[in-house]
Nanobody
Framework: QLQLVESGGGLVQPGGSLRLSCAAS????????IGWFRQAPGKEREGVSC????????NYADSVKGRFTISRDNAKNMVYLQMNSLKPEDTAIYYC??????????????????WGQGTQVTVSS
């Protein structure tokens, strides 16, 4: 059974940084593109970033470009999201998700098949 577990969320002040981790179990991440998504209260889930299965290709939502960096370590079965210069509007539950693609299909949640339970990120002074 495919399982993804996010960690690394927390409370941070505006301008601060967090690194989220996504750990896979029950399957090898090598075969999957991995996306990060977020959902704020009262809003729809939105795509944040995605990385191809090799790690050679990435994409980002305009709202996080230049601030967030996605990476992966297939040997450790892990994917990361480094978040810098955090803003209050980044507050949300962050999810990682796996899609059986070579390259990212985009940042549409319905295109990803397996999801983690999420980790809360709160940006507030």
């Amino acid at each position: 059974q495919l399982q993804l577990v996010e960690s690394g969320g927390g409370l941070v002040q505006p301008g601060g940084s967090l690194r989220l981790s996504c750990a896979a179990s029950g399957f090898t991440l090598d075969y999957y593109a991995i996306g990060w998504f977020r959902q704020a209260p009262g809003k729809e889930r939105e795509g944040v970033s995605c990385i191809s299965k090799s790690g050679g290709s990435t994409n980002y939502a305009d709202s996080v470009k230049g601030r967030f960096t996605i990476s992966r370590d297939n040997a450790k079965n892990m994917v990361y999201l480094q978040m810098n210069s955090l803003k209050p509007e980044d507050t949300a539950i962050y999810y990682c998700a796996a899609g059986r693609y070579v390259y990212c299909p985009g940042l549409v949640p319905r295109d990803f098949q397996s999801w983690g339970q999420g980790t809360q990120v709160t940006v507030s002074s």
